[in-house]
């Protein structure tokens, strides 16, 4: 009995915590972003007449090209206003650009530096207006480091025991990857990007080494996952890895990496992925 308690409060309180986020995530693996792609973004965000559009641009070493990009492919396929939120050069206190920010309908966070974005939002009004937005039913899109900040233990591209970066990790040790804090919009999932282009296996079979009980997914270029709630659908050109559960987790006395077995999918546009939010 007491057991079966437990477990309705758990369940509950889970069901709670999904139902705080009435929002969506579209994550995108950075590279090309195809129309087909942005529409299905849009549709996502299902816009009305009064809503718009804003892009937070610091990860990006040229923010207003980046935005100029992206604001020249969206206005192809849909009318509604779209703002350049650049807080790298603004005051992260400016209340009429939070409020601003929390009311967005759609916030799409460009590609580049995922730590040069984190350092210009972390403990600010703004990483708390993008949760606001979130949970109040908005759709948080990113690509590439805008896809790596969603994460709350957040790939940082560093490696902890090879002063050499490689992006794709030549070892697999124990320790070895490094993680900063993220916007924490997924807190139970780690997200990986430009995945297969990159060859980015032994980084995010380090991931869920170091975070056993979390999912790890890696998101292919041109490609991206909706999330909503516990669920997540995969969109795009290519495909999405799942990683989870590894079973008797171990390394070896000179670090290396080891254990059984680990769920282990592959995923294609409609296929629908089970994550942990």
């Not at 320790?175 to 807190?187: D, H, P, V």
């Amino acid at each position: 009995m007491k057991k079966l308690f437990l477990l309705l409060i758990l369940t509950g309180f889970s069901i709670f915590v999904q139902a705080q986020n009435k929002g969506n995530l579209f994550i995108i693996g950075g590279g090309n972003r195809s129309d087909d792609l942005m529409k299905q973004m849009l549709n996502t965000a299902d816009l009305k007449a009064k809503d718009y559009i804003i892009v937070l641009p610091m990860a990006s070493e040229i923010p207003d090209a980046g935005f100029k990009t992206l604001s020249q492919q969206l206005k192809r396929m849909d009318q509604h206003a779209i703002r350049n939120f650049n807080f790298s050069k603004h005051d992260v206190n400016d209340e009429s650009w939070i409020d601003s920010l929390a009311g967005a309908k759609l916030i799409y966070i460009l590609g580049g530096d995922q730590n040069r974005f984190m350092k210009s939002v972390l403990n600010t009004p703004v990483y708390t207006a993008i949760h606001k937005a979130y949970k109040n039913g908005s759709t948080i899109a990113g690509t590439s480091a805008g896809a790596a900040v969603m994460s709350k233990y957040m790939i940082t591209g560093k490696q902890l025991l090879d002063t050499v970066y490689k992006e794709t990790f030549n070892k697999l040790w124990n320790g070895n990857i490094k993680f900063a804090e993220g916007m924490g919009l997924l807190e139970n999932t780690i997200i990986d990007q430009h995945f297969l282009k990159r060859n980015r296996y032994n980084r995010l079979i380090s991931a869920l080494a170091a975070h056993p009980d979390l999912v790890c997914v890696g998101i292919d270029e041109g490609t991206a996952i909706i999330v909503h709630g516990h669920q997540a659908t995969v969109a795009g050109e290519s495909q999405v890895i799942r990683l989870a559960n590894p079973k008797a987790l171990n390394h070896t006395d000179k670090g290396l990496l080891k254990f059984n077995q680990a769920s282990f999918g592959i995923f294609t546009a409609g296929d629908v992925i089970e994550i942990k939010p």
